[in-house]
Structure formats: C-alpha cells, structure tokens
C-alpha cells in the first residue's frame, strides 16, 4: 500500500504489517494523514512463532527463516527472529527471496544444508506461491511455522497470528465511521486482539513428530 494514492482518499487498512515502521501512519494513536485501520503486528509477533516453533519440536537446533528484504516489515521481523533465536539458543539461518525466481533457488539451496524446520512470515511475494513453499517443506520433511492460517489449510504444520476474519469485522467499522464524517488522522490504528494457533495433526503424522499436549491444549484448531 501507498500513501501517494491520493493524499485525500480515506485509506482503511484491514490487515497492515507495521504502518509506523513502513511510514504509512506517524503513530499508531495518532495516524496523521489520509490512512488509518488495523494493524495484525506481523514483526511482534515473529518471535512468539520462533518460539511456539521449537515448543513443537524441541529437537530443533537451527531454523531457517524465508524472508524478503526488498518488504520493509519483513526487516523488522528479521530483527525480532535474531533475537528469538539468540534467546532460545537456536541457529538462525537466513533465506531471503524476493521473487519467485530467487524463492526456487533459495529452497533448493536449503537442501544439501537441511535446517531442523522452516519459519515464513505473511509477506505478499511468498503468499503468492504459499503452495510451492508449504509443498517444498512436505517434501523435505520440514516442520514450518507460518503466519497465516490458509497455509495450513494447504498442510502447513503450524500458523500463528491475527484472526483476519476478525480484523476485517472491525475494519468495516472504519469505513462506517469515515463515511459518516470521520477523518483518518483522528482514528487511532487499533491492534489485534483476537489470535489463532492453527496445528494440521495429518501433517505432524506425516513428519513423525508428536505435538506436545502443551501446544495442543491452545490451538484454537485442530485440523485431522
């Protein structure tokens, strides 16, 4: 998204990684433009599914994290996972993909060197070939975190993040309220409150790995 699109179109954000950090808002309490919403706090959260990752497998020794450098929240993700990883006392290895062209040569150079599981955010290039990466990951028996729940949908292992069926109720009423008046700069962007913990059991089968009654006691769903 672009501030440029029309300095006094009202821009409602349904889903925005870091509007601050991105310069899309001044501050999430006081926006100061044309562009207010949500925010489903995608680099905060990166952490959290580091961690929810190796509660999971607590075999894991080194993790790779598919990120893309040219996405300035990704930047900011990178950060908040080199600080997970360094806590948890797990290896980080970097895989960077900017489009689908480098996103083929990055899997495949994760092969001879295979991390003990894989790491993805929501960035828009790698969701746009989810189906390559959560494929890429069965193959290599690769047990994956992932931001979204469609991944999982897809057999994906794990997601964690901002229901986007919940974000996208409140940003309706965004819209409401600006339509009725309200101007952008005056409504506060308003962080998630609502998060989900999706686990796919097929797809731990078919990895061998047995998910800890601790992780699966606070899934928000089960998928058989």
């Not at 899309?24 to 995608?42: D, E, I, K, Q």
């Not at 794990?158 to 996208?168: H, I, Q, R, V």
């Amino acid at each position: 998204m672009s501030k440029e699109i029309g300095s006094d179109l009202p821009i409602v954000m349904a889903s925005a990684g870091d509007p601050v950090r991105s310069g899309l808002v001044s501050s999430l309490a006081h926006p100061g433009g044309n562009v207010t919403g949500l925010t489903v706090l995608g680099p905060d959260l990166a952490a959290k599914r580091l961690e929810l990752l190796k509660e999971a497998v607590p075999t894991m020794t080194g993790v790779a994290f598919l990120w893309n450098p040219a996405n300035l929240d990704q930047k900011s993700s990178f950060n908040e996972v080199q600080a997970g990883a360094r806590a948890l006392g797990v290896t980080l290895h970097s895989v960077e993909a900017r489009s689908r062209e480098e996103l083929e040569r990055s899997l495949a150079a994760m092969k001879p060197n295979r991390p003990s599981a894989l790491l993805m955010t929501a960035d828009a290039v790698h969701q746009r070939y989810i189906g390559r990466t959560v494929a890429f990951a069965l193959e290599n028996r690769l047990p994956a975190m992932y931001q979204l729940k469609e991944a999982v949908d897809r057999g994906g292992l794990m997601s964690y993040g901002a229901s986007l069926t919940d974000l996208g109720r409140r940003a309706a009423t965004y819209i409401d309220k600006i339509l009725k008046g309200a101007k952008p700069a005056d409504l506060p962007v308003e962080q998630p409150t609502k998060f989900e913990l999706v686990i796919n059991m097929k797809t731990a089968k078919a990895l061998g790995l047995e998910i800890p009654q601790s992780i699966l006691v606070r899934a928000d769903e089960i998928i058989q």
